[in-house]
Nanobody, 127 residues
Framework: QVQLVESGGGLVQAGGSLRLSCEAS????????MGWFRQAPGKEREFVAA????????YYGDSVKGRFTISRDNAKKTVYLQLNSLEPEDTAFFYC????????????????????WGQGTRVTVSS
């Protein structure tokens, strides 16, 4: 069965960095677009970033553009999210997800396009 397991979250001071990982299993990883979303307490789940099947194309939410970087290693079946210049407003649970349609078929930022989700990893940024 499809499994997505995130790791790498933690507590960091403002201005710091973290690297999140999401290890996939149960499907042909290189065939799917992967995305990262986040959800802060009391807020809706928000798109963060997505990466195409080969890793050649990426797409970011406006609030993280220039600070976060998504990447993937298809041999390791893992997608990463590098978080730099963290701000207290970045505090949230971060989730990776597998997109149902291919890159460009439908918007990579649409939550309903993702059918499988990990359990999340918590990121807390202190001021």
């Amino acid at each position: 069965q499809v499994q997505l397991v995130e790791s790498g979250g933690g507590l960091v001071q403002a201005g710091g960095s973290l690297r999140l990982s999401c290890e996939a299993s149960g499907f042909v990883f290189s065939n799917y677009v992967m995305g990262w979303f986040r959800q802060a307490p009391g807020k809706e789940r928000e798109f963060v970033a997505a990466i195409s099947e080969s890793g050649g194309s990426t797409y970011y939410g406006d609030s993280v553009k220039g600070r976060f970087t998504i990447s993937r290693d298809n041999a390791k079946k893992t997608v990463y999210l590098q978080l730099n210049s963290l701000e207290p407003e970045d505090t949230a649970f971060f989730y990776c997800a597998r997109k149902t349609s291919s890159w460009g078929a439908r918007s990579a930022s649409t939550l309903s396009e993702y059918a499988y989700w990990g359990q999340g990893t918590r990121v807390t940024v202190s001021s």
